[in-house]
Nanobody, 122 residues
Framework: QVQLVESGGGLVQAGGSLRLSCAAS????????RGWFRQAPGKEREFVAA????????YYADSVKGRFTISRTNAKNTVYLQMNNLKPEDTAVYYC???????????????WGQGTQVTVSS
């Protein structure tokens, strides 16, 4: 059974940093695109970042460019999201996803994690 498990969320002050991890089990996703999305209370789920199967290309939402970095370690079947200079508007549940290709469109992803809460206080 495929599982994606996020970790690393928590409460941080504005300007602080967090590193999210998403470990996959049940199959190998080394040839799959990986992505991060987030959903704030009362809002739609939105794209945050994506990375191609080999890490050769990365994509970011404008709101996080220059502050967040997506990376992956295929040997560990894991994708990461380094979040620096966090802002209160980054507060959301963060979800990792895996699909045949990296995409900004959530419909392109086949597997999703359960989410991890990130709260940024002002």
């Amino acid at each position: 059974q495929v599982q994606l498990v996020e970790s690393g969320g928590g409460l941080v002050q504005a300007g602080g940093s967090l590193r999210l991890s998403c470990a996959a089990s049940g199959r190998t996703f080394s040839s799959f695109g990986r992505g991060w999305f987030r959903q704030a209370p009362g809002k739609e789920r939105e794209f945050v970042a994506a990375i191609t199967w080999n890490g050769g290309s990365t994509y970011y939402a404008d709101s996080v460019k220059g502050r967040f970095t997506i990376s992956r370690t295929n040997a560990k079947n894991t994708v990461y999201l380094q979040m620096n200079n966090l802002k209160p508007e980054d507060t959301a549940v963060y979800y990792c996803a895996t699909g045949a290709r990296s995409s900004l469109d959530s419909d392109s992803y086949d597997y999703w994690g359960q989410g991890t809460q990130v709260t940024v206080s002002s």
